[in-house]
């Protein structure tokens, strides 16, 4: 089992710069593909972006790309989410999801293919 923190959220001006990091328990770190969620009020959880086991694969939501770049530090046991170029519709809690992987290729894209879920951190984008 594993437990997850999400740190770094606040209010951001359009155009500006967030560093979003989800903190994990556990000594088994790097089993686990992860991934980043988020949900507006009144919308659908949807993915942002994932990352695989290995680090090797990332995958990234069409509204994201280019802007926010996944990356973890398994000697950390720390997952980030460097998002630039924050636009008002990037508001919403982001909530990092973690699952054991066997394949250390593989991206899990969707809400229901994780089993663990951090608490959230709250972005909010001023225009």
């Known amino acids: 089992q594993v437990q997850l923190v999400e740190s770094g959220g606040g209010l951001v001006q359009a155009g500006g710069s967030l560093r979003l990091s989800c903190a994990a328990s556990?000594?088994?770190?790097?089993?686990?593909?992860l991934g980043w969620f988020r949900q507006a009020p009144g919308k659908e959880r949807e993915v942002v972006a994932a990352?695989?086991?290995?680090?090797?694969?990332?995958y990234y939501a069409d509204s994201v790309k280019g802007r926010f770049t996944i990356s973890r530090d398994n000697a950390k046991n720390t997952m980030y989410l460097q998002m630039n170029s924050l636009k008002p519709e990037d508001a919403a809690s982001y909530y990092c999801?973690?699952?054991?992987?066997?394949?250390?290729?593989?991206?899990?894209?969707?809400?229901?293919?994780?089993?663990?879920w951090g608490q959230g951190t709250q972005v909010t984008v001023s225009s």
């Open positions: 999801a973690a699952t054991v992987s066997f394949n250390s290729a593989v991206v899990r894209t969707i809400p229901s293919g994780y089993n663990y």
């Open positions: 556990g000594r088994t770190f790097s089993s686990y593909a």
């Open positions: 990352i695989s086991r290995s680090g090797g694969t990332t």
